[in-house]
């Protein structure tokens, strides 16, 4: 049986979600704003105008900032800070796992989606999964998380195995939608680190890369946490 080898832990989905909370817009407000002339009032106009998502990069924002003495205060108080209340999360009902398999019209991802059901790994991961993957003898799955960087063995029955054995016995189990999320992959980190460069060129064509609390925000910490150009 195959095992993938082991992600970089966490290093790049990690460097991915820093360039995608870097891209909302309700940033906008602060990101060119110098760090040392940031106030209160204009946290709390981009925490009222943001998601749970914004409040929790902001928060780790203000932290990082305090740590690396960029900045000699606190601009809002611990106290001052909306609560962080996330939506109730479910899994997918039977009734709706059926409803989106019935309307796919692609033979390939109405398969895929089979597994993912029984199996309940992210679509992700099952799209990477080869057929080398299935220990046949043993009735298991392993399969290297992209979440998490760890291999995870998942166990699987008899009306999954008819499943498994439906698809190709050499090679990706699912082909055309493993080759489709890497290249969207690929197209959405380089759209991101392009984005990324343009606010860097802004900055440094406004006369707003300096010092620590000279420069903007969200030019600075992407900077210093190594997601984007450095100086």
């Known amino acids: 049986m195959k095992t993938h080898p082991v992600p970089k832990p966490k290093q790049n989905e990690t460097r991915r979600r820093w360039i995608m909370a870097n891209k909302d817009k309700v940033f906008d407000s602060i990101r060119n704003m110098i760090v040392l002339e940031t106030q209160a009032k204009h946290f709390l106009r981009v925490l009222e105008a943001g998601s749970v998502s914004t409040n929790v990069y902001l928060r780790r924002i203000r932290n990082f900032a305090l740590d690396m003495n960029w900045l000699p205060w606190h601009v809002l108080p611990k106290k001052r800070w909306p609560a ?31 597994p993912a059901w029984h199996l309940g790994a992210s679509q992700t991961d099952l799209a990477n999964l080869e057929a080398e993957n299935v220990d046949w003898d043993q ?93």
């Open 84 to 114: 962080v209340t996330f939506k109730e999360k479910r899994a997918i009902t039977w009734p709706e796992h059926q409803a989106v398999v019935l309307r796919e019209g692609n033979a390939e991802r109405k398969t895929f989606y089979q």
């Open 139 to 231: 009735r298991v799955i392993s399969l290297a998380r992209k979440k998490t960087g760890r291999i995870a063995t998942l166990r699987f029955d008899e009306e999954t195995a008819e499943i498994l054995r439906s698809l190709p016995v050499n090679g990706p189990l699912f082909p055309y939608l493993r080759s489709v999320r890497a290249v969207t992959e690929r197209r959405s980190l380089s759209n991101d680190v392009e984005d990324l460069a343009s606010t860097e060129s802004h900055c440094t064509r406004t006369g707003r890369v300096g010092g620590a609390g000279e420069e903007g925000w969200l030019s600075r910490m992407v900077r210093a946490r190594g997601f984007g150009p450095q100086q």
